[in-house]
């Protein structure tokens, strides 16, 4: 509980936050999530057992969830515990964005990992062709307006290119987004892996994703993230 508490601290200036949690098994641990979600009512919970290779199920469950209650939401916004955010600049560059694209940290095609000793390794039998779409990676953000145009290229024709839920949500996203014939853009405010010295040089940075410590984020910002 401190670490949502502390997260929504930071992000007090949104409407709208919840916490995308899988169904706990663990008697005592679904007991103080469900007290939890009583009390600040912020999370969505799915029927699936936590692991890495259930994430795209979950993000598929969410994207149904955000389709139906937020369609009409600016824009929905992905973000894992290893990302930093400072919400009134965000809030700024994203003021003015299209609605037509997905944002975030895109990059271009790249061959799947075949490597059966990887955990992002893909059989050619659920991905056979050589390269994956242009992708959105770990936190991108999509417009309200998209979201059921995304959700139903998770089923919709040509069945060609609809595929199993591979074990690597954001570039699942990215597929569908591919197939639903939406494009992605690299967000001008969004750092991949930064540090201490990256920080200082780009003072435009308002959506971190990396290893790097809070304390260094603070000192770096030189504000509390709001």
């Known amino acids: 509980m401190l670490e949502r508490v502390t997260i929504l601290c930071k992000l007090i200036k949104f409407k709208i936050f919840n916490f995308s949690i899988f169904l706990q ?4 641990v679904q007991k103080k999530l469900v ?21 795209t ?14 369609s009409k939401t600016r824009f929905i916004l992905k973000i894992d515990t290893d990302a930093y955010l400072r919400p009134n600049l965000f809030l700024n560059q994203i003021r003015h964005l299209s609605l037509n694209k997905i ?15 990887y955990k992002n390794c893909i059989d050619p039998l659920y991905y056979p062709y050589k390269t994956y779409p242009p992708a959105v990676i770990t936190t991108y953000f999509i417009p309200g307006v998209l979201l059921s145009k995304l959700y139903r290229a998770i089923v919709s024709k040509p069945k060609i290119f609809t595929i199993p839920a591979l074990p690597v949500e954001d570039i699942y996203v990215s597929i569908l987004a591919f197939k639903a014939n939406i494009k992605l853009k690299r967000f001008s405010g969004i750092y991949w892996n930064g540090n201490e010295k990256t920080l200082r040089k780009y003072n435009t940075i308002s959506l971190l994703i990396g290893k790097i410590s809070e304390k260094t984020i603070l000192k770096s910002w030189n504000s509390s993230l709001t």
Do not use: C, M
């Open 25 to 28: 098994h663990h008697f005592r």
């Open 35 to 55: 007290f939890e979600s009583n009390l600040f009512n912020d999370i969505v919970q799915f029927n699936f057992k936590e692991n890495y290779y259930n994430l």
């Open 57 to 70: 199920l979950k993000t598929i469950a969410a994207l149904r969830w955000a389709t139906i209650n937020f």
């Open 103 to 117: 944002y975030g940290w895109a990059r271009g095609p790249e061959p799947p990992p075949r490597n059966k000793f």
